[in-house]
């Protein structure tokens, strides 16, 4: 119990020393958790916007999961933009999760915090979670809503996203719809078209990602890399 408690103590500094992207390359995340004392680490060597022939980078990115039981794990993210020389985005959160039969159903909720020097106050985001699974493919449905209180004026909106993954031995690629929106805002509205590979190796997998924009007020062009790597944490 004392390791849990100092891997769970450290997983919450990182997130506030330093917005919701659970599943890289994917905007999308899974009806799963880590699993009981596990621990899934997922670093984003690079994550590239193109808009209107303007490049943002954000690196690294970071991701940590720690499960607690077979259906609760606690999540910190946090990005970096070496362009501004500052954190871009930090989350700490937890996610409730469930598959029984090829169903699975969950619920992530995470905590926007002040991680930029003119911001101030917390946001929250949650989002309700499916996972249906084949033999062949599996798809993750998620739809939720966010209030993002951390600037001047104060931000409500929604989010969805579907994904469809077709697993092989090591090679599982995927496709992506995903669509945020800003509540009151007429020219919010972001839709994205993306495509993502997860290659696993015997000690690691390489995630990488390409998303579209599919209306103006999407970035034209994006693309992530990342390495994950899990583990078992044993317990005292």
């Known amino acids: 119990m004392k390791r849990r408690l100092t891997l769970l103590a450290g997983l919450s500094a990182l997130a506030f020393a330093?917005?919701?992207?659970?599943?890289?390359?994917?905007r999308s995340t899974d009806a799963d958790t880590a699993g009981a004392d596990m621990f899934e680490l997922r670093v984003g060597l690079l994550r590239l916007e193109r808009?209107?022939?303007?490049?943002?980078?954000?690196?690294?990115?970071i991701r940590t999961n720690y499960g607690f039981g077979d259906h609760f794990e606690v999540v910190s993210e946090f990005d970096y933009s070496p362009d501004s020389d500052r954190l871009d985005e930090g989350a700490v959160g937890f996610k409730w999760a469930s598959i029984e039969n090829g169903i699975g159903r969950g619920v992530e909720t995470l905590i926007l915090l002040p991680v930029q020097?003119?911001?101030s106050g917390i946001g929250i985001e949650s989002q309700i979670l499916t996972t249906l699974q084949k033999q062949t493919w599996q798809l993750h449905a998620n739809v939720g809503a966010f209030r993002d209180s951390r600037l001047s004026s104060v931000e409500?909106?929604?989010?969805?996203?579907?994904?469809?993954?077709?697993?092989?031995?090591?090679?599982?690629?995927?496709v992506?719809?995903?669509?945020?929106?800003?509540?009151?805002?007429?020219?919010?509205?972001?839709?994205?078209?993306?495509?993502?590979?997860?290659?696993?190796?015997?000690?690691?997998?390489?995630?990488?990602?390409?998303?579209?924009g599919l209306n103006d007020s999407a970035p034209d062009l994006e693309v992530?890399?990342?390495?994950?790597?899990?583990?078992?944490v044993a317990a005292d």
């Open 18 to 26: 330093n917005l919701a992207d659970s599943f890289p390359p994917y």
């Open 117 to 119: 020097p003119n911001q």
């Open 51 to 61: 808009n209107n022939s303007r490049s943002t980078r954000l690196t690294p990115l």
């Open 224 to 232: 992530s890399i990342w390495f994950a790597w899990k583990w078992a």
């Open 156 to 174: 409500d909106g929604w989010r969805a996203s579907l994904l469809a993954e077709f697993p092989g031995d090591r090679v599982i690629p995927g």
């Open 176 to 212: 992506e719809l995903f669509v945020k929106d800003v509540l009151g805002d007429e020219n919010s509205a972001r839709i994205q078209l993306g495509a993502g590979i997860i290659t696993g190796f015997d000690l690691f997998e390489i995630r990488s990602g390409i998303h579209f």
